[in-house]
């Protein structure tokens, strides 16, 4: 069945500090591709989405291209900051009724 | 524009007990699913209704049960509570005509404990 992989944390980085979290997929479809980001206490909220080959998401700084020939769907950010502290979950929709989420990476970052 | 709204935000029950959650879903959306975020793991889908009837389900025992009102709003309810349902029960919502290739919206959820 489908499924998410991503990299274990916790992910502990300075502050201007340069961050990847590492993603793939298993879809037996062409599935779109998203990150959410979840904050001490909230549920979950869209940081960006691709939903074909080659797109690129970005917003907030983040950004992540949909690389079908890897499978991957790496998140990126050039310079993290203490308020990127969060749980960031990889997730797929491959055009079905549910999202599928990775495990998730939790991220500190030091000030 | 109003997003999904979950209640009741915590609640906490003894084994064997009841327990329903309510959610709402952004406005406009027509379909609404459950998902269950054990502590440090990721979501796992519940079930999907659309139209007042459940569409898919996840791999969940039947104690977890659901309901769409007429105007799209949710009910969860789960029978029976083992301490192994202490979870964060989030509500997601969407339109069935992006024919599921667009994201989901999420509320903050709501957090149960069972003793």
């Known amino acids: 069945g489908d499924s998410v992989t991503q990299m274990e944390g916790p992910v502990t980085l300075s502050e201007e500090a340069f961050l990847t979290i590492n993603c793939t997929y298993t879809?037996?479809?062409?599935?779109?591709l998203f990150w959410y980001v979840q904050y001490p206490g909230e549920g979950l909220q869209l940081l960006l989405k691709?939903?074909?080959?080659?797109d690129k998401g970005s917003n907030k700084g983040f950004e992540a291209t949909y690389r079908k020939e890897t499978t991957s769907f790496h998140l990126e950010k050039g310079s993290v900051q203490v308020s990127d502290s969060a749980v960031y979950f990889c997730a797929l929709k491959a055009g079905g009724f549910k999202t599928i989420f990775g495990a998730g990476t939790r991220l500190f970052v030091k000030a | 524009d109003a997003g999904v709204t979950q209640s009741p935000t915590h609640l906490i029950k003894t084994r064997g007990q009841q327990v329903t959650l309510r959610c709402s879903p952004k406005?406009?959306?027509?379909?609404v699913s459950w998902y269950q975020q054990a502590l440090g793991q990721g979501p796992q889908f519940i079930f999907q209704?659309?139209?007042?009837?459940?569409?898919q389900r996840g791999n969940f025992p039947d104690r977890f049960s659901g309901h769409q009102f007429p105007n799209y709003s949710s009910e969860l309810n789960v029978n029976a509570l083992l301490l192994g349902d202490s979870a964060l029960y989030l509500c997601a919502s969407s339109l069935v005509r992006d024919r599921g290739y667009q994201p989901q919206h999420f509320g903050d959820g709501t957090r149960l404990s069972i003793l």
């Open positions: 879809a037996t479809g062409y599935p779109s």
């Open positions: 209704y659309y139209e007042e009837e459940e569409r």
């Open positions: 406005s406009g959306h027509d379909t």
């Open positions: 691709a939903t074909k080959a080659d």
